[in-house]
């Protein structure tokens, strides 16, 4: 048991260097698998104005929105996983990396 602990803590502690890197990821790795989604809502919600406006719309959701939510959102993942302890912040990730594995498997 104690190796086992000694495992998660060491995992815990080298994903906490890379935490970062990390959040990005997660972040962008959601965006892949939820982005398709929202595309599709802009484009049905804005599908009755103007050809320049939906061009216009769509470019500032996908640039400026998905850009501006990268950007600012990842710090924040970054705190949240920095307040987990040594002996779960490492469990937590690979179950985050599990759920995305199965979300990705289903779409």
């Keep these: 048991m104690d190796l086992l602990l000694d495992l998660i803590v060491t995992l815990s ?5 890379h935490l970062s890197d990390i ?5 962008a790795t959601l965006f892949v698998l939820f982005g398709p989604a929202l595309n599709a809502w802009v484009k049905n919600t ?4 103007n ?3 939906r061009t216009l719309i769509f470019v500032l959701v996908c640039a400026v929105g998905y850009g501006l939510a990268i950007v600012f959102l990842t710090p924040w993942m970054t705190q ?3 307040h987990l302890n040594n002996y779960s912040l ?3 990730l690979l179950l985050i990396f ?3 594995g199965v ?3 289903r779409n």
């Design 90 to 92: 490492a469990p937590v």
């Design 80 to 82: 949240g996983l920095a």
């Design 103 to 105: 979300i990705a498997d």
């Design 46 to 49: 804005v599908s009755s104005l």
């Design 13 to 17: 502690r080298w994903s906490r260097s």
């Design 23 to 27: 959040s990005l990821a997660l972040m």
């Design 51 to 53: 050809f320049f406006l």
């Design 98 to 100: 599990f759920l995305i």
